[in-house]
């Protein structure tokens, strides 16, 4: 079957730094997404990995560990707009993404 | 580049009556697809299209909801007929071909079924 976790809900001060997990399990793999979503608007991408190892954009990064089925995202020098949900995603053999429930992230002043 | 487009943005109807969502991809990309999004079950894929084929519509929750693709530039999404479970975020995405292209989605329509 296909599976993917993430926690439900994490707070953060701004300022901090905050790692969002993501483990997954699927047939196949061609790559894992993450995207924003803040409340009442769409998804927004983030970052896409494919290769082992971490891809930096900015004050976000990702990692990834295909032997392990993990990722996370990793978000620095937090700011009161992170407030939002950030969805997992993985594309296995098929073109579709299959999105895990989402981590909703509150930063507070 | 104008991204994903959906109408309506929101959307009342009472049940019983037949609800029409729409979506125009973004120009020159191959995929489509729509999903539905609620609190309890998060995003949810219902079909997809690759060259305006349908590929998969094992997520379509029963024969009332049909989705077509005449052309490269538009998608409809149906119910007919509408149910209060069916209140929830509909959105539409579309993306290049290729396995590290990511899907861009619309700004959803909120449908609400009385």
């Known amino acids: 079957g296909q599976n993917i976790d993430q926690p439900t809900e994490m707070t953060a001060t701004e300022g901090a730094i905050v790692q969002i997990n993501c483990t997954y399990q699927t047939s196949g793999f061609n790559g894992l997404f993450w995207y924003q979503q803040h409340a009442g608007e769409a998804p927004t991408f983030l970052s896409y990995n494919v290769l082992d190892g971490l891809e930096e954009k900015g004050r976000f990064s990702s990692f990834l560990s295909r032997s392990k089925g993990y990722s996370y995202l990793l978000l620095k020098e937090l700011q009161m707009k992170d407030s939002a949900s950030y969805l997992c995603?993985?594309?296995?053999?098929?073109?579709?993404?299959?999105f895990g429930t989402g981590t909703r992230l509150q930063v507070f002043p | 580049d104008a991204g994903v487009i959906q109408s309506p943005r929101h959307e009342v109807t009472e049940m019983g009556q037949e609800v029409t969502l729409r979506c125009k991809p973004i120009?020159?990309?191959?995929?489509l697809f729509w999903y539905r999004q609620t609190m309890m079950r998060g995003l949810e894929l219902l079909i997809y299209f690759n060259n305006n084929v349908p590929i998969d519509d094992s997520g379509m929750p029963e024969d009332r909801f049909s989705a077509k693709m005449p052309n490269a530039s538009f998608s409809t999404l149906k119910i007919q007929p509408s149910e209060p479970r069916d209140s929830a975020v509909y959105f539409c995405a579309s993306n290049r071909a290729g396995s590290n292209q990511p899907q861009h989605f619309g700004d959803g329509t909120r449908l609400s079924i009385l």
């Open positions: 120009s020159g990309h191959d995929y």
């Open positions: 995603a993985v594309r296995a053999y098929t073109d579709k993404l299959i």
